[in-house]
């Protein structure tokens, strides 16, 4: 158990207000990721983060922002939420060694979001 | 760039018979290869990966994956598959380990 949790897991909202989804880890991994999940596209991945304050944008990062103050927590924001964003939003930690990361990943469980 | 295709969708197989996912790569060089997969409800788990060396790498649960350069692909087989297989399996690709590309899935449905 990789000790990754996501809140909410599921969340209804309405066009064009501001959601932020949390993902957060106990074990100090460095590297953390946001995937969407749609079907038909697979993962996509949205921003990741090799460590406090350290976030880079994945290929589907438009409406999307993030954030890392704290190792143990990813927060991803939509500033302003659109039908399009209606997705199942994922947590990733990725573990590491001393060469860096493996590619491996553990996954949360998922977050649920409905723009209406 | 780098991507990853998955060209079947859904296949159905019965509990005990082969399987054989297929996985197709386009990079310039040889890439990082990830199997995982997905039961209902649940997040991604890792099956196997292939970074270099023997081109025949085994995983959990009975998998196996093969990394063919010429072909460009990494197919995930099993040679009978359990019911509890049943899941969408999402073969991934990284120019290194620290950020993947998915392919679209493959969804497996087993029948008894």
């Known amino acids: 158990d990789a000790g990754i949790t996501q809140s909410p897991r599921h969340k209804v909202t309405e066009t064009g207000t501001p959601v932020t989804l949390r993902c957060h880890q106990t074990?100090?991994?460095?590297?953390m990721y946001w995937y969407r999940q749609d079907p038909g596209h697979g993962l996509r991945l949205i921003h990741y983060s090799y460590g406090v304050k350290d976030t880079d944008k994945g290929e589907v990062s438009d409406g999307y922002s993030v954030s890392r103050s704290k190792t143990e927590d990813f927060l991803l924001t939509l500033e302003s939420a659109t039908s399009s964003q209606t997705s199942v939003y994922f947590c990733a930690i990725g573990m590491d060694a001393s060469g860096g990361a493996t590619g491996e990943l553990f996954f949360g469980e998922g977050s649920r979001l409905t723009v209406l | 760039a780098q991507s990853v295709t998955q060209p079947d969708i859904h296949i159905t197989v019965s509990e005990g018979a082969s399987l054989e996912l297929r996985c197709n790569y386009s990079y310039g060089a040889t890439p990082y290869l990830f199997w995982y997969v997905q039961s209902p409800g649940q997040g991604l788990q890792l099956l196997l990966k292939y970074f270099s060396g023997d081109t025949l790498v085994q995983g959990i649960k009975g998998f196996e994956a093969e990394f063919k350069r010429s072909q460009s692909s990494f197919n995930l087989r099993k040679p009978s598959v359990h019911w509890s297989d049943a899941a969408e399996y999402f073969c991934a690709v990284g120019p290194n380990t620290d950020k993947l590309i998915f392919g679209t899935g493959t969804r497996l449905q087993v029948f008894p």
């Open positions: 074990e100090n991994h460095r590297y």
